[in-house]
T-cell receptor, first 114, second 113 residues
Framework: DTGVSQNPRHKITKRGQNVTFRCDPI?????LYWYRQTLGQGPEFLTY????????KSRLLSDRFSAERPKGSFSTLEIQRTEQGDSAMYLC????????????FGPGTRLTVT | AQSVTQLGSHVSVSEGALVLLRCNYS??????LFWYVQYPNQGLQLLLK??????LVKGINGFEAEFKKSETSFHLTKPSAHMSDAAEYFC???????????FGTGTRLTIIP
C-alpha cells in the first residue's frame, strides 16, 4: 500500500492556460475526493466520486473545473482558462465505503497562476 | 449545514507543556469528528477521530480529544509538547451519512524550546 499519490506536486502556469492534475487513490478504496486549500485556510470540499460516478459537486467547482474518474481508478482534475484566484493547493483523498470513515490524503498539487 | 470554529489561529507552548487546541462545531445531525495534522508542503495526516462510543479518543503521537455534545466541542490535547509537534492542526466534521469533510481554518502550533 503506497498511499494516495498526486502528480505533479507543483505546477506554475500563466493565466488563461489549462492545467490537469492526477490523483491515484489507495488501490482498494472506491471513494475519491478533491479538496482545495488556499493559504491560511482549511481545505474546502470540491467534489467526490464513488467508483466512476461523481456524486457531489461543490458550488466552488465552477464550469471551468471538471473532474473525472474513468473506470473508478485514478482521477483527473482539469482547470480551464486558469485565473490567479485558482492558485491553491489541490488535495486528493480516498476512502473505502463502509470502512473506518477515514479519508487518506495525498501530498497535494500546488498550483501557482502567474 | 455544518461548520467548524477553531479558536486561536496561532498557539505557542513551551516544550514539555500542555497542548490545548480548541474546536467547536455545529451540525444538524450527529457528527463524526476528526483532527488532522499538516506539516509544511505536505498533505493531511489523521491524528484521531470520534464516530460513536467512548467520548474520549486517543490518537497517534500522544494526542487525545474529548467529544462533549453539550458544549459542541472536540478539543485536542497532549500532556507534554515535543518539538516535532510543531505543525498546522485542522479540526473537521462529517455529518453522519455525508462523506464530505468540513474543516476549520486551522491552528498553527509553535513549540518554544
Amino acid at each position: 500500500d503506497t498511499g494516495v499519490s498526486q502528480n505533479p506536486r507543483h505546477k506554475i502556469t500563466k493565466r488563461g492556460q489549462n492545467v490537469t492534475f492526477r490523483c491515484d487513490p489507495i488501490s482498494e478504496h472506491n471513494r475519491l475526493y478533491w479538496y482545495r486549500q488556499t493559504l491560511g485556510q482549511g481545505p474546502e470540499f470540491l467534489t467526490y466520486f464513488q467508483n466512476e460516478a461523481q456524486l457531489e459537486k461543490s458550488r466552488l467547482l465552477s464550469d471551468r473545473f471538471s473532474a473525472e474518474r474513468p473506470k473508478g481508478s485514478f482521477s483527473t482534475l482539469e482547470i480551464q482558462r486558469t485565473e490567479q484566484g485558482d492558485s491553491a493547493m489541490y488535495l486528493c483523498a480516498s476512502s473505502q465505503q463502509g470502512g473506518n470513515y477515514e479519508q487518506y490524503f495525498g501530498p497535494g498539487t500546488r498550483l501557482t497562476v502567474t | 449545514a455544518q461548520s467548524v470554529t477553531q479558536l486561536g489561529s496561532h498557539v505557542s507552548v513551551s516544550e514539555g507543556a500542555l497542548v490545548l487546541l480548541r474546536c467547536n462545531y455545529s451540525s444538524s445531525v450527529p457528527p463524526y469528528l476528526f483532527w488532522y495534522v499538516q506539516y509544511p508542503n505536505q498533505g493531511l495526516q489523521l491524528l484521531l477521530k470520534y464516530t460513536t462510543g467512548a467520548t474520549l479518543v486517543k490518537g497517534i503521537n500522544g494526542f487525545e480529544a474529548e467529544f462533549k455534545k453539550s458544549e459542541t466541542s472536540f478539543h485536542l490535547t497532549k500532556p507534554s509538547a515535543h518539538m516535532s509537534d510543531a505543525a498546522e492542526y485542522f479540526c473537521a466534521v462529517e455529518p453522519f451519512g455525508n462523506e464530505k469533510l468540513t474543516f476549520g481554518t486551522g491552528t498553527r502550533l509553535t513549540i518554544i524550546p
